[in-house]
């Protein structure tokens, strides 16, 4: 069983900040990480390989830092990776990273399952994993909490609805999007890392990729931020600090004068 898991490397912070001007998110001087979210696509994807033997292949397009989580993810149990990296992928929303992903699958042949986190915490779209099995016409299954069976033909997955669960059989090869009720995701052991330290990871771009340019980064994105705002803080509030009795006083008819005008008393 071949497995393709695409993984995203995000900031380590809440505060994320974006560029004004390009409307991007601005990744320089920011640690980042293997999104968390994509952590429970990969172990999903390595109890599959525990139960069948199965050959799993992460992919990432970004920076040339991004081999930090492909590396992680090879040494959780994955067994390679490949970077997709360039300057004609910067800038690139979720349209064009889902067609650069789905041409990196293209490339790499013959496969029967693609397993993607729920969303990318820096962006909070979920619409990667979706955007590649529709530009590779796959099978989805979006906010997958439990994978029931694979055979050599299908997949019987149970997903998060509305109302409740529903249970889905998908002929493969199939991409399946998880959410974190599916597993616990477990920590790299030092042998992995001891292989992940040894395995050479393969590097893509444009130059090598059967992709069309016009589609790619910020010129081939649809997408477009016309105007970023702060959000503000509508409501403010007054403290009243009670030193004595006084004071205490004061701050009872203060207090009430305040429920009055408001119609409460």
Same mark, same amino acid.
């Given at each position: 069983m071949k497995i393709i898991i695409p993984i995203k490397q995000v900031p380590e912070t809440s505060n994320v900040k974006i560029d004004e =001007?390009? !409307?991007? #998110?601005v990744r320089e001087g920011v640690e980042s990480i293997v999104n968390p979210l994509d952590l429970y696509a990969i172990? &999903? $994807?390595i109890q599959l390989k525990e139960e069948r033997g199965a050959e799993i292949t992460v992919v990432s397009m970004g920076p040339p830092s991004a081999e930090k989580a492909l590396k992680e993810a090879i040494a959780m !149990? %994955?067994?390679d990776g490949i970077l997709i990296s360039g300057k004609e992928f &910067? $800038? @690139?929303d979720t349209w064009a990273t889902s067609y650069t992903i789905s041409r990196a699958v293209k490339k790499l042949g013959k496969f029967d399952l693609i397993l993607t986190g729920e969303r990318a915490t820096d962006g909070e779209t979920g619409q990667v !994993? /979706? !955007?590649i099995a529709s530009f590779l016409d796959l099978p989805v299954s979006t906010y997958t909490s439990r994978i029931v069976e694979v055979t050599e033909v299908s997949i019987v997955v149970e997903r998060? #609805? =509305?109302e409740g669960y529903e249970m889905l059989r998908m002929p493969l090869p199939a991409l399946v999007s998880v959410v974190k009720e599916i %597993?616990? /995701?477990r920590l790299p052991t030092l042998r992995g890392k001891q292989k992940a330290k040894k395995t050479e990871l393969a590097r893509w771009n444009a130059d090598n990729m059967d992709i069309e340019r016009s589609a790619l980064g910020l010129n $081939? @994105? /649809?997408t477009r931020v016309v105007k970023i705002e702060t959000p503000k803080v509508t409501r403010s509030g007054e403290v009243v600090r009670v030193t004595d009795e006084e004071s205490l006083a004061d701050a009872v008819e203060r207090f009430l004068t305040f429920l009055r005008k408001k119609g409460i008393l």
């Open positions: =001007e390009t !409307g991007t #998110i172990e &999903a $994807g !149990g %994955c067994d &910067a $800038g @690139s !994993g /979706p !955007g998060l #609805i =509305e %597993c616990f /995701p $081939g @994105s /649809p």
